[in-house]
């Protein structure tokens, strides 16, 4: 989101320039300090309650600049939707904080984000990748195959630093739609693992097994584990 400074005055420090990191507590230049939040550690730690208040306020100017919620919706007779954790309650005619839910007489309705219906772009990246070429990743050892780069036009989180900021840009409602059943037939022999950006906070944690065991049933169909050609051979 560092990119889209300019659009608003967010993140400005007290000289008006995002050049000028001054805390905007005890206004001291400090460094490192993120120019764009515009707070110092010493008065995070020292203002907590004053911190989180800018931090909210930076975070709502930076959404506003895209049409999204400042914050999760939460009416008092609003429609509440359970697919994150953030469990936003949906006045009439407004969107949730995802921006893909809305509701529309009375009712939650999905503009995008369904099996049927994602608004994502991908790509083949050829392992190693750049983002984690190290032994963290067992996708650094595997040369000659490819990860499944998925990026999802939508994110429950609001990172000021997001490198990918420009999905805030894509409408749901003009943008191509790609289903669940035709993103997992992109994969193929030589696709080693798939990396999904764009983040849904889950309503609760999922166990190792679980998560494998939900990648296999993607897209409503059982896949057999199977090693990628890349790694056997011809």
């Not at 005890?26 to 764009?36: E, I, K, T």
């Not at 110092?40 to 895209?66: D, G, K, N």
Request: charged share 15%; glycine share 8%.
């Amino acid at each position: 989101m560092l990119e889209t400074a300019g659009r608003s005055s967010f993140g400005k420090g007290r000289s008006g320039t995002s050049n000028d990191p001054a805390c905007q507590i005890c206004s001291l230049l400090s460094y490192p300090m993120s120019g764009a939040l515009g707070l110092c550690l010493t008065c995070i730690r020292a203002h907590p309650e004053q911190a989180v208040r800018i931090a909210e306020s930076v975070h709502a100017e930076s959404r506003q600049a895209f049409g999204l919620p400042a914050l999760t919706p939460k009416h008092d007779n609003g429609v509440l939707c359970v697919l994150c954790s953030r469990k936003c309650s949906i006045a009439e005619g407004k969107r949730g904080y995802c921006g893909l839910r809305a509701v529309r007489d009375g009712r939650l309705t999905h503009l995008a984000g369904t099996p049927k219906s994602g608004v994502l772009h991908w790509y083949r990246d050829p392992l190693p990748t750049n983002c984690v070429a190290d032994w963290v990743c067992r996708g650094s050892q595997q040369v000659g195959c490819h990860n499944l780069a998925v990026f999802y036009a939508s994110c429950t989180l609001n990172c000021l630093g997001c490198q990918n900021w420009q999905f805030r840009e894509v409408s749901p409602a003009l943008s191509p739609r790609m289903s669940a059943a035709e993103l997992a037939d992109t994969a193929n022999t030589s696709t080693f693992c798939v990396c999904f950006f764009g983040v849904i906070l889950p309503r609760r944690c999922l166990t190792p097994s679980q998560r494998h065991s939900n990648w296999r049933g993607y897209a409503g169909r059982q896949r057999e584990p199977r090693t990628p050609s890349c790694l056997t051979g011809p």
